[in-house]
Nanobody, 125 residues
Framework: QVQLAESGGGLVQAGGSLRLSCAASGRAFSSYGMGWFRQAPGKEREFVAASNWNGIYYADSVKGRFTISRDNAKNTVYLQMSRVKPEDTAVYYC????????????????????WGQGTQVTVSS
């Protein structure tokens, strides 16, 4: 079992920056694919970024603005958000899974086994 806890959400002005953190409990963190997803009101949950054995990946909507990183020694994954836009407003979720670590399906929410409770990010214009 892996438990995930996100932090770092809040209110930020458009053009600003925010860093989300996701602390994981449990063993073998380094062998899990880690992903960030988000869900805006009335919309489906969508892929934001992921990290697995083969690299890091981003949704087109955040490429060049967001950066995912992980510190395996601290069992933590981060999402650095820069040049944020009002359309980035959503609840952001951290996810972990072994299938996304090895497969190229890191963008599929149903590939992940464990989810955090989410953290709200609101971008004001």
């Amino acid at each position: 079992q892996v438990q995930l806890a996100e932090s770092g959400g809040g209110l930020v002005q458009a053009g600003g920056s925010l860093r989300l953190s996701c602390a994981a409990s449990g063993r073998a963190f380094s062998s899990y694919g880690m992903g960030w997803f988000r869900q805006a009101p009335g919309k489906e949950r969508e892929f934001v970024a992921a990290s697995n054995w083969n690299g890091i990946y981003y949704a087109d909507s955040v490429k060049g603005r967001f950066t995912i990183s992980r510190d395996n020694a601290k069992n933590t994954v981060y999402l650095q958000m820069s040049r944020v836009k009002p359309e980035d407003t959503a609840v952001y979720y951290c996810a972990a899974g072994q299938r996304p670590y090895y497969r190229s399906t890191y963008y599929r929410a149903n590939e992940y086994d464990f989810w955090g409770q989410g953290t709200q990010v609101t971008v004001s214009s």
